[in-house]
């Protein structure tokens, strides 16, 4: 059964101090691994698709980087704004599925 | 804005009663999938519409039905309410004219609250 685990579960951070989401999966045949952001009773909001080992994406303090068996959500210099949780998902099998890692929560204090 | 709409935003049951969820998918999405998030979990995959005909279906009871209109829309049914089904339904939509890897974008979801 292909599972998705996120680590940490939560993290708190001072603004400007630099830290890395993990995420680690079990898939055969990865068609892509998802990350969102959700905000409190809020839906996720997408943030980025990677499809291939070595693969990174960009946008403002976050970039994403995928290898064979794991992701990392790099947040640099972060903001009080980018508190959120983070999730991550991977497609199952030949379907449009999702499955979920539990999220990390992260916190960034002024 | 994600261009996918879900409605109502909240509401309150109890329990035994029958609850339904309505969603509209963006623009152009021809498959609409419907997810539970209990607290402090990940989004559980409940079942997903193509072109209206159910197309996978996740661990979920026969009470929790759907369907999908030819405009694409989408409604979550659940029949026999239980205190465990209180959680954040979402609905999320996407186009599978690209092949595998397309983004899948989410509502802001419903939240239900069974007493």
């Known amino acids: 059964e292909d599972q998705v685990t996120q680590s940490p579960e939560a993290l708190r951070l001072q603004e400007g101090e630099s830290s890395s989401l993990n995420c680690s999966y079990t898939?055969?045949?990865?068609?892509?691994l998802f990350w969102y952001r959700q905000d409190p009773g809020k839906g996720p909001e997408f943030l980025f698709t990677l499809y291939s080992a070595g693969e990174e994406k960009e946008k403002e303090r976050l970039k994403a980087t995928l290898t064979k068996k794991e992701s990392f959500l790099h947040i640099t210099a972060p903001k009080p704004e980018d508190s959120a949780t983070y999730l991550c998902a991977v497609p199952e099998g030949g379907s449009e599925k999702l499955v979920f890692g539990k999220g990390t929560k992260l916190t960034v204090n002024p | 804005e994600t261009g996918v709409t879900q409605s109502p935003t909240h509401l309150i049951k109890t329990r035994g009663q029958q609850v339904t969820l309505r969603c509209s998918s963006q623009?152009?999405?021809?498959?609409v999938s419907w997810y539970q998030q209990a607290l402090g979990q990940g989004p559980q995959f409940i079942f997903q519409y193509y072109r209206e005909e159910e197309n996978g279906r996740g661990n979920f009871p026969p009470r929790f039905s759907g369907l999908q209109f030819p405009n694409y829309s989408s409604e979550l049914n659940v029949n026999a309410l239980e205190l465990d089904d209180s959680a954040l339904y979402l609905c999320?939509?996407?186009?599978?004219?690209?092949?595998?890897?397309?983004?899948?974008?989410f509502g802001e979801g419903s939240w239900l609250t069974v007493v």
């Open positions: 999320a939509s996407s186009s599978t004219a690209g092949g595998f890897g397309n983004t899948i974008y």
């Open positions: 898939v055969s045949g990865l068609r892509g």
């Open positions: 623009s152009g999405h021809n498959t």
